[in-house]
């Protein structure tokens, strides 16, 4: 007959192996091994978080180092770029207010000329002769050969300044007028060939745009058709000084005044004739006072 196991030997087993079990706990606790695994872990886990700790701290104080020497040194790169644009860069100066500049008042003849004639450029007037008129300038010189100030046609050319001269920047003005006994012409001009009128007519008026009115008469005398008084263009002032000493120093009459380099001049000339000079110029020599 075989042995069985009964329904109660059954649970006895199970009894017993919840017992073994019991007592294998008991005993790793009793033991204190189960204690020293999980403090042995714990400590696992807090040394890899202190090691990620100070990776993070060491990142993160890199990145600040980093941050900072990139700061310094754009801080440098802007201080050094000031630096070089202040030595290429004037320094702003202070502003100073200039006068209003106080416009050109003109004679009522001369504003008078410039509303009637549009090439308008001068008013010359000398004392004691019927010499009292406007000035004009052409495109060129042959512009006013046979016209009026007007433009119209006339047989005897308005009195007019050569084309080539600049009142705002040619030291020496040339002035031509036809030899005729007429109102606005030069046909008195010869008054400066008489001592007498040349002592007591010292200066005469010769309005321009730029104010300029007081000019000192300085030489009168007669040249040659061949005689060069046109120049306007001198290469140095030793040049241009030579030039107008020689007015001087051809003038009928002496005039004690000294001429500079700064010294602008104005030549009135017209066509000549008498027994000693059958053709030739006679020239009327200023320099400008104001």
Same mark, same amino acid.
């Given at each position: 007959?075989?042995?069985?196991?009964?329904?109660?030997?059954?649970? *006895?087993?199970?009894?017993?192996?919840?017992?073994?079990?019991?007592?294998?706990?008991?005993?790793?606790?009793?033991?204190?091994?189960?204690?020293?695994?999980?403090?042995?872990?714990?400590?696992?886990?807090?040394?890899?978080?202190?090691?990620?700790?100070?990776?993070?701290?060491?990142?993160?104080?890199?990145?600040?180092?980093?941050?900072?020497?990139?700061?310094?040194?754009? *801080?440098?790169?802007?201080?050094?770029?000031?630096?070089?644009?202040? &030595?290429?860069?004037?320094?702003?100066?202070?502003?100073?207010?200039?006068?209003?500049?106080?416009?050109?008042?003109?004679?009522?003849?001369?504003?008078?000329?410039? &509303?009637?004639?549009?090439?308008?450029?001068?008013?010359? @007037?000398?004392?004691?002769?019927? !010499?009292?008129?406007? %000035?004009?300038?052409?495109?060129?010189?042959?512009?006013?050969?046979?016209?009026?100030?007007?433009?119209?046609?006339?047989? !005897?050319? #308005?009195?007019?300044?050569?084309?080539?001269?600049? %009142?705002?920047?040619?030291?020496?003005? !040339?002035?031509?007028?036809?030899?005729?006994?007429?109102? *606005?012409?030069?046909?008195?001009?010869?008054?400066?060939?008489?001592?007498?009128?040349?002592?007591?007519?010292?200066?005469?008026?010769?309005?321009?745009?730029?104010?300029? &009115?007081?000019?000192?008469?300085?030489?009168?005398?007669?040249?040659? @058709?061949?005689?060069?008084?046109?120049?306007?263009?001198?290469?140095?002032?030793?040049?241009?000084? #030579?030039? !107008?000493?020689?007015? @001087?120093?051809?003038?009928?009459?002496?005039?004690?005044?000294?001429?500079?380099?700064?010294?602008?001049?104005?030549?009135?000339?017209?066509?000549?004739?008498?027994?000693?000079?059958?053709?030739?110029?006679?020239?009327?020599?200023?320099?400008?006072?104001?």
């Amino acid at each position: 007959m075989k042995n069985r196991n009964s329904i109660f030997d059954s649970d *006895n087993e199970k009894r017993r192996s919840k017992d073994s079990l019991k007592s294998v706990r008991d005993l790793g606790k009793n033991s204190g091994y189960l204690h020293d695994w999980k403090q042995h872990d714990t400590k696992r886990r807090n040394e890899k978080l202190k090691k990620l700790a100070l990776f993070g701290g060491a990142v993160a104080l890199t990145v600040i180092i980093t941050v900072f020497v990139n700061v310094q040194n754009l *801080n440098d790169i802007r201080k050094q770029r000031e630096e070089f644009l202040a &030595q290429i860069t004037p320094a702003p100066t202070q502003v100073v207010e200039r006068a209003t500049p106080v416009p050109v008042e003109f004679s009522d003849e001369f504003a008078r000329s410039l &509303q009637l004639y549009e090439d308008t450029v001068a008013y010359l @007037k000398i004392e004691d002769t019927n !010499i009292d008129y406007p %000035i004009v300038q052409g495109e060129d010189n042959y512009f006013f050969e046979n016209r009026n100030y007007d433009r119209s046609y006339s047989e !005897i050319a #308005a009195t007019y300044m050569l084309s080539e001269c600049d %009142i705002d920047t040619t030291r020496h003005i !040339i002035i031509y007028g036809e030899n005729e006994d007429i109102d *606005n012409r030069f046909g008195e001009l010869d008054s400066f060939l008489d001592y007498d009128f040349f002592a007591t007519h010292e200066y005469i008026t010769l309005e321009l745009l730029d104010g300029a &009115q007081t000019w000192q008469v300085f030489s009168a005398h007669l040249a040659s @058709k061949t005689f060069n008084y046109k120049d306007i263009y001198f290469e140095s002032n030793t040049e241009y000084m #030579a030039y !107008i000493k020689m007015f @001087k120093t051809m003038s009928r009459f002496e005039r004690d005044i000294q001429l500079t380099e700064n010294d602008q001049i104005v030549t009135l000339v017209t066509d000549y004739h008498d027994l000693d000079l059958q053709e030739g110029y006679l020239l009327i020599h200023a320099r400008r006072v104001n």
